[in-house]
T-cell receptor
Framework: IAGITQAPTSQILAAGRRMTLRCTQD?????MYWYRQDLGLGLRLIHY???????GKGEVPDGYSVSRANTDDFPLTLASAVPSQTSVYFC???????????FGPGTRLTVL | GQSLEQPSEVTAVEGAIVQINCTYQ??????LSWYQQHDGGAPTFLSY????GLEETGRFSSFLSRSDSYGYLLLQELQMKDSASYFC???????????????FGAGTQVVVTP
C-alpha cells in the first residue's frame, strides 16, 4: 500500500451501536488527524495525534475517541453512534509541522 | 472565536482566470493552506503560505497578507478538470504546540464551463 488507507469505505449503522473507523498510513508520518465533512461546513477536526502515544482534541471531539499505539495506525471509535454523526470521515497525516496534510479516501458513515 | 470566509461558488469559462479570496479571524496563526477536492474524493494539498507574498506552482498561485488577515488562490488558464471545491485552511496553534492544527473554511465550488 502507498499513502493512507481507510476502512470501511462506507457503513450503515444503527443508533447506539459502537463503531471503529480504521486508518493506516505507510509514510511514517508523525502526525495524524481525523476530520468529519458535512455539506456546507467544510472539514472539522475531531481528534489529532502529533506523535505515537499522544492524542489531542479538535473542534468537535464529543462522542468520539482515538488511540495512537504506533506510528501507522490511528483508529477512531464512536462509542454509541447517534444520527448526528452521519458524515464523511477523513483521516489525514503530515510529516512535519506545516500546512500540508495527506488525506485518505474517506469513510461514508450513515447512522439510522 | 475563529472564522474563515470564502465565497460559496465561482463560475468561469475555460481559459479564464479565477481568484478565490479567503479572509480569516484567528489567534495563534501560523499560515494559510489551500486544498482541492473533487466530488466524492479526498482533499489534496495545493499550497501553503507562512509568509507574506505570492507563491506560484504551475497554473496555481497563492497569496498571503498577514497584516490584512487575507489570502487568495489564483487559478489561471482554467481547464474543465479544475471544476472542484477549493478550501482555504488556517494553521493555528498555541506556543506550546508547534505542530498546530488546520481549521478549514466551508469551501468554494468552482464551476468551469466550455
Amino acid at each position: 500500500i502507498a499513502g493512507i488507507t481507510q476502512a470501511p469505505t462506507s457503513q450503515i449503522l444503527a443508533a447506539g451501536r459502537r463503531m471503529t473507523l480504521r486508518c493506516t498510513q505507510d509514510m511514517r508520518h508523525n502526525a495524524m488527524y481525523w476530520y468529519r465533512q458535512d455539506l456546507g461546513l467544510g472539514l472539522r477536526l475531531i481528534h489529532y495525534s502529533n506523535t505515537a502515544g499522544t492524542t489531542g482534541k479538535g473542534e468537535v471531539p464529543d462522542g468520539y475517541s482515538v488511540s495512537r499505539a504506533n506510528t501507522d495506525d490511528f483508529p477512531l471509535t464512536l462509542a454509541s453512534a447517534v444520527p448526528s454523526q452521519t458524515s464523511v470521515y477523513f483521516c489525514a497525516s503530515s510529516e512535519s509541522p506545516s500546512g500540508e496534510q495527506f488525506f485518505g479516501p474517506g469513510t461514508r458513515l450513515t447512522v439510522l | 472565536g475563529q472564522s474563515l470566509e470564502q465565497p460559496s461558488e465561482v463560475t468561469a469559462v475555460e481559459g479564464a482566470i479565477v481568484q478565490i479570496n479567503c479572509t480569516y479571524q484567528t489567534s495563534g496563526f501560523y499560515g494559510l493552506s489551500w486544498y482541492q477536492q473533487h466530488d466524492g474524493g479526498a482533499p489534496t494539498f495545493l499550497s501553503y503560505n507562512a509568509l507574506d507574498g505570492l507563491e506560484e506552482t504551475g497554473r496555481f498561485s497563492s497569496f498571503l497578507s498577514r497584516s490584512d488577515s487575507y489570502g487568495y488562490l489564483l487559478l489561471q488558464e482554467l481547464q474543465m478538470k479544475d471544476s472542484a471545491s477549493y478550501f482555504c485552511a488556517v494553521r493555528v496553534g498555541e506556543t506550546t504546540d508547534s505542530w498546530g492544527k488546520l481549521q478549514f473554511g466551508a469551501g468554494t465550488q468552482v464551476v468551469v464551463t466550455p
